[in-house]
C-alpha cells in the first residue's frame, strides 16, 4: 500500500519534542510562573508572621511591666531597646542583603525574632529587659527591611503593583496575634504564651523558609548578592531620601493614632471606654482593607496618584477625626485616614527599593520608622503645650506633606533614573516595570 513503506517512529521524536516544548512554554517547561507564584505565598507568609508576633509581644506588655517591677519611665527606657535595637539593625540589613541575598537574610531574621519572643518574660528588671529587647529589635528590624527587599524584586519579576498585599498581610497578621493575645491573657502566663508564639514562628519559618532557600530572588535590576552595590548619583540618593520622607509622614500617623485616638475620644469627647478603644480598630481595619485593594487601585491610578490622592485623603480624614464635635463623626474620620494611610508606606519602600535596592529599602524603612517612634512623643508636648485636638491636626499636616512631596517628585522620578539605566543596561525590557513613577 506505501510506495516507501511506513515511516519509522524515530523520525516523528523531533517533532514530538518541539511540540512538547511548545506546550510547556519553553525548555524545560514554563515553571517561572509556578516558582513566582510560591514566593509571593511564603513572602506574604512572612510578613503574616512579622506582625502576629510583634502584636503578641505588645499585648503582654503589661504583664511584663509587673513582672519586672518596673515603672512608666523605666518601661519607657526599656522599650527604647526595641527603637535602638530596630534602627541600629535596619541601617545594616541592606548590606547583609547584598551580600547573602535577601530570602536568606529574611529566614534567618525570622528565627532570631521567633527565639527572641521567649526573651522578655525571663527577666525581673527593667535593665535585663531592655537588653534582651535589644536582640528582639535587632530582629525586628532586620526581618523588615530584607522581607521588603524581597518584596520589591518579586514586584520587579511579576510586572505587577503587588506590594500593598504584603502590608496588608503584616496588618492581618497583627490583628489576628493582637486578638488571639487578648483571648489566651487571661489564661496564660507571659512564659507560657510567648514561648508559645517561639515555637509557633519557628514552625512557620521551617515550612515557609525552604521556598525562599530554594528559590533565588528574581532577576532584578540590583547587584547580585556577593557583589559590590553599583554606585547610585546623587539624584538617586535624593529621591530615595524623599521617598523615606513620605515613609516617615504615614508611620507617623500610624504611631499617633495607636497611641493617642483613644484618649482623644474617651477625653474631648467623653465617649464610653468601649466606644473610645474602637478608634484605633477601625483605623486599623480600613488600613487593612486598603492594602489588600492596594494592588488594583495602583493598576488603575498608577504611584503618583495613589500617593497624592491617599495623602489628601488621610489628612481630611484627620482633620475630621480631629476636630469632629462628636464621637461618631470622629470614627468616621478616623476610618477614612485610615483609608488614605494604607498604601503611601508600601509604595514608598516599594519606590525606594526599586531605585536602590536594599539599601533603598533600608533607608526608607529606617526614616518610616523614626516616623513611628516620634509620632506619640511629639503629639504629647504638643498636647500639653496645646490641646490634643490641636495635637493631632500634625498628623492631617504630614499626609499632606507627603501628597505634595509625591506630586513634586512626579517628573524627576520619571524612567531616567538609576535603575532605569541599569534595566536598559540589562537589556531594556523592564524600564517601564521598574519606574519609580510608571503608570501615571
Not at 26 to 54: I, K, M, Q, Y
Not at 73 to 82: E, N, T, Y
Request: overall charge positive; aromatic content about 6%.
Amino acid at each position: 500500500m506505501y510506495a516507501t513503506g511506513p515511516r519509522p517512529y524515530s523520525e516523528f521524536v523531533p517533532l514530538l519534542n518541539k511540540l512538547r516544548t511548545a506546550a510547556s512554554g519553553g525548555p524545560g517547561g514554563n515553571t517561572a510562573p509556578l516558582s513566582l507564584s510560591r514566593l509571593r505565598t511564603a513572602l506574604n507568609v512572612f510578613f503574616a508572621l512579622d506582625g502576629f508576633l510583634f502584636a503578641g509581644w505588645v499585648v503582654r506588655i503589661p504583664a511584663i511591666k509587673e513582672q519586672t517591677g518596673s515603672s512608666a519611665s523605666d518601661l519607657g527606657l526599656a522599650l527604647l531597646g526595641v527603637s535602638a535595637g530596630a534602627v541600629v539593625t535596619m541601617t545594616l540589613t541592606g548590606r547583609l542583603c547584598r551580600r547573602f541575598g535577601s530570602h536568606a537574610v529574611t529566614v534567618g531574621s525570622a528565627v532570631l525574632l521567633s527565639l527572641s519572643m521567649a526573651l522578655p518574660p525571663l527577666t525581673h528588671s527593667a535593665l535585663s529587659l531592655g537588653l534582651v529587647l535589644l536582640v528582639f529589635g535587632a530582629a525586628y528590624g532586620g526581618i523588615n527591611v530584607a522581607m521588603n527587599s524581597a518584596a520589591v524584586d518579586l514586584v520587579t519579576a511579576l510586572r505587577r503593583p503587588v506590594m500593598p498585599g504584603f502590608h496588608a498581610a503584616f496588618s492581618l497578621g497583627g490583628m489576628l496575634g493582637a486578638g488571639l493575645g487578648g483571648l489566651v491573657a487571661g489564661g496564660l502566663s507571659p512564659t507560657a504564651h510567648l514561648l508559645a508564639l517561639t515555637g509557633l514562628g519557628l514552625l512557620v519559618t521551617a515550612v515557609a523558609g525552604p521556598v525562599l532557600l530554594t528559590h533565588p530572588a528574581p532577576d532584578s535590576d540590583g547587584p547580585a548578592p556577593g557583589t559590590a552595590p553599583a554606585r547610585l548619583t546623587g539624584r538617586t540618593r535624593n529621591l530615595v531620601f524623599l521617598f523615606g520622607v513620605i515613609a516617615l509622614c504615614t508611620a507617623y500617623g500610624e504611631g499617633a493614632m495607636a497611641d493617642w485616638s483613644a484618649l482623644h475620644l474617651e477625653q474631648d469627647l467623653h465617649a464610653h471606654p468601649g466606644v473610645a478603644a474602637a478608634g484605633y480598630s477601625l483605623f486599623a481595619l480600613a488600613m487593612t482593607a486598603g492594602r489588600l485593594t492596594g494592588t488594583l487601585l495602583l493598576e488603575r491610578l498608577g504611584q503618583t496618584r495613589t500617593l497624592v490622592a491617599g495623602g489628601a485623603t488621610a489628612a481630611a480624614g484627620m482633620l475630621l477625626g480631629a476636630l469632629a464635635p462628636n464621637v461618631w463623626l470622629a470614627l468616621l474620620g478616623f476610618t477614612v485616614a485610615g483609608l488614605g494611610l494604607a498604601n503611601i508606606f508600601p509604595v514608598a519602600v516599594g519606590r525606594a527599593g526599586a531605585l536602590a535596592g536594599p539599601s533603598g529599602v533600608a533607608a526608607a524603612s529606617t526614616l518610616g520608622y523614626g516616623g513611628m517612634l516620634l509620632g506619640p512623643p511629639v503629639i504629647g508636648f504638643l498636647a500639653d503645650w496645646f490641646s490634643l485636638p490641636l495635637a493631632l491636626t500634625t498628623v492631617a499636616a504630614l499626609a499632606a506633606g507627603a501628597a505634595l512631596i509625591a506630586y513634586g517628585a512626579r517628573h524627576a522620578s520619571a524612567p531616567g533614573t538609576e535603575v532605569a539605566r541599569r534595566g536598559r543596561a540589562a537589556g531594556g525590557s523592564r524600564d517601564r516595570a521598574v519606574s519609580p513613577m510608571a503608570a501615571e
